[in-house]
């Protein structure tokens, strides 16, 4: 086959994948309001970058986190995504429609920008292909905060990445998209496996910017890939010894004023992004600090799935979205 027809035939495929891949757009919200969303992205990167790294994988956590610029073997065997699969991606992003978007596992705004065309980006500054960070659409006024470092234990785990919206006016809102510490998904911090007590040394950092962020009497909310189950936890927030044994209850412990959370999956139905998956609880989660939570829109939690087809042809991502609505007052 000739390049000319090659090229053809290749952008025929484009073409007919994006219009397989096709989602039903969001419903248009009511006015005043900002679209919240989480959404995973499962080691999302240029397809540039991916190709230039997938023949020096490694097949060890330590030597990757030493080296940054590394894949995993296994990802880099089963994840190389195509322009085709980066289309139907992209088509999910467009039907999220959302205002801001905390994203997970993504090598940056060149990475995200493939799926977010109208957005500005702010991410963590880690030289490891896993960051965290905000696609916002343009229009929203914000500002990127500082990395919350002490979250990533020494850069060994993921950052936190911090947004304040609306700077300067009275409306201001701070968000901190998370990515914690995964393999410890329900079973007691003291108990577990060495990744709950990586978990468990993460929580206190996370306590501290919320309690910090309610003493400023800010509207706050933290959101993100927590890789636990909080709805599923049950008990105290630390055992008789002092050890620290739940997240949600040492995170919502109504201290100092202000610092009452509002998980807003708690009473929705736990769908999977498509059927097969034996997930049984929400791990991405949205939370909302009592005074941000005011402005919740009522029914306005969302979890966009897959189609059953999109989920066997394109390497979409394991995790998918979840999104809500705040009101906005009107501009100071």
Partial sequence: MSRALAAIAAALAVALAVAYATVAPAAAGPPGTLKLATWNLEWLLTPATFSALKGNCSRNDAERRAAQRQLPCDVAAHLERSAVDISAMARYARALDADVVALQEVDGPAAARQL???????????????????????????????????????????????????????HEIRLLGV?????CARQRLDEGPEAC???????????????????????YGVLG???????????????ANGAQ???WAE?????PRGATLINVAA???????????????????IILGEKLATRLVPRSFERLTWTAQDAARFKLSDHCPLAIRLRIPPPD
């Fill in 179 to 183: 990515h914690l510490k995964s393999g």
């Fill in 245 to 247: 044994r739940n997240v």
């Fill in 197 to 219: 007590r990586r978990l468990a040394r993460q929580v206190p950092v996370l306590e501290d910017w919320i309690d910090a962020a309610a003493r400023a009497g800010a509207w």
């Fill in 267 to 285: 009473g929705e139905p736990f769908r999977n992004c498509v059927s097969g998956q034996n997930h049984s609880g929400y791990i991405d989660q």
């Fill in 251 to 255: 995170l919502d412990d109504g201290e």
């Fill in 225 to 239: 890939d927590f890789n636990r189950n909080l709805l599923a936890e049950r008990g105290a927030a630390r055992a």
């Fill in 116 to 170: 977010f065309a109208g957005y500005e980006f702010c991410f963590t500054g880690s030289r490891a292909l896993q960051n965290t960070g905000f696609a916002i659409r343009r229009g929203v006024p914000f500002r990127c905060g500082p990395d919350l470092m002490a979250l990533s234990l020494g850069d060994s785990v993921r950052r936190g990445a911090s947004l304040i919206l609306y700077p300067g006016t009275r």
